[in-house]
């Protein structure tokens, strides 16, 4: 699998959007892009997933750069419940045998009220 | 749907005891996938699974064993137990394909000592 980079931590204010950053410039055609974050204390909850275009859905955006070889994913309105690390992995959708998503350490993120 | 059950939460071994850590999903999904997670780390990957009767080693696989004999189960063996394994540890599965979302159980936490 490709490698990602994402800064070790984050902080936010309360009701304030957060872009969070994933550089993969080793990124090939067939990668997808996904974002999983972890709670305190609970295992990793899938976020958001995209290929070239940029995704929406009821917890997050993701914008792709045109490059592919970075993503952001925005939280339009941060809370304390979002206080978590964020994971940025990259799968590859033509390796269908073992499908091993590998997760880095991640971003944890920091919201104040 | 249940999603990702995962038994125990929580074990206590002494060094040199064996155990197995359970792990059933109702999903129907192929894949499936054991991680351990050190605190402040990452998850990495011990074993995985594409369907049943077919398992391989991911990236930290020494001192465990996995079988698949259905699709439902998933079942982690640690052999005489050390200090290195205490750890917390994650069961997941996902359908088919590349993009496959991942489904996380709650995890085990397991102390060695």
């Known amino acids: 699998d490709a490698k990602t980079t994402q800064p070790n931590s984050m902080e936010s204010n309360e009701e304030e959007p957060v872009h969070l950053p994933c550089n993969h410039s080793?990124?090939?055609?067939?990668?997808?892009i996904h974002w999983y974050r972890q709670l305190p204390s609970q295992g990793p909850e899938y976020v958001i997933h995209?290929?070239?275009s940029n995704v929406n859905n009821r917890m997050a955006s993701l914008a792709i750069a045109e490059d592919r070889k970075s993503s952001t994913l925005i939280l339009h309105r941060a809370t304390l419940r979002d206080a978590a690390v964020y994971y940025c992995?990259?799968?590859?959708?033509?390796?269908?045998?073992?499908?091993?998503?590998?997760f880095g350490p991640g971003t944890r993120l920091s919201v104040l009220p | 749907n249940a999603g990702v059950t995962q038994t125990p939460k929580f074990r206590i071994l002494k060094i040199g005891q064996s155990m197995t850590l359970q792990c059933a999903q109702d999903?129907?999904?192929?894949?499936m996938y054991w991680y351990r997670q050190d605190p402040g780390m990452g998850l990495k990957l011990i074993y995985y699974?594409?369907?049943?009767?077919?398992?391989d080693k991911g990236e930290v696989p020494n001192g465990y064993n996995v079988s698949r004999s259905t699709t439902e189960d998933f079942p982690l063996r640690l052999e005489l137990a050390a200090p290195s394994q205490t750890s917390v540890y994650f069961c997941?599965?996902?359908?088919?394909?590349?993009?496959?979302?991942?489904?996380f159980g709650e995890g085990s936490r397991l102390t060695v000592l």
């Open positions: 997941a599965s996902s359908g088919a394909g590349g993009t496959g979302e991942l489904f």
């Open positions: 699974s594409v369907g049943a009767g077919i398992t």
């Open positions: 999903m129907n999904h192929n894949y």
């Open positions: 995209g290929l070239t």
């Open positions: 080793t990124i090939s055609g067939t990668d997808y």
């Open positions: 992995i990259l799968r590859d959708a033509d390796y269908n045998y073992g499908q091993n998503f590998v």
